[in-house]
């Protein structure tokens, strides 16, 4: 998976919440490559903490891109 912009992530994911979505902001580890997602849904940060080695990364620097959930409606 690629990392984009932080901004161009938080555009797109907005579209996506505005039609009742859930996002979660996923990036990879600056230090150990690791893939992270972040638990808080609809949100955006500046920096991620690494799960698996406790490095934090600079998302605004890094890039980031976020893993979405639909709402099927019946």
């Given at each position: 998976m690629a990392d984009h912009p932080v901004?161009?992530?938080?555009r797109s994911?907005?579209?996506?919440?505005?039609?009742g979505h859930?996002?979660?902001q996923k990036f990879t580890c600056e230090?150990?490559?690791s893939r992270q997602?972040?638990?808080e849904p609809?949100?955006?940060y500046a920096k991620g903490k690494c799960e698996e080695c406790e490095?934090?990364?600079?998302?605004?620097l890094k890039g980031c891109n976020y893993?979405?959930?639909l709402r099927v409606r019946r």
């Open positions: 901004h161009e992530c938080m994911a907005q579209d996506l919440i505005d039609q859930q996002v979660f230090n150990c490559n997602t972040i638990d609809n949100t955006f490095h934090v990364t600079n998302l605004q893993l979405a959930v």
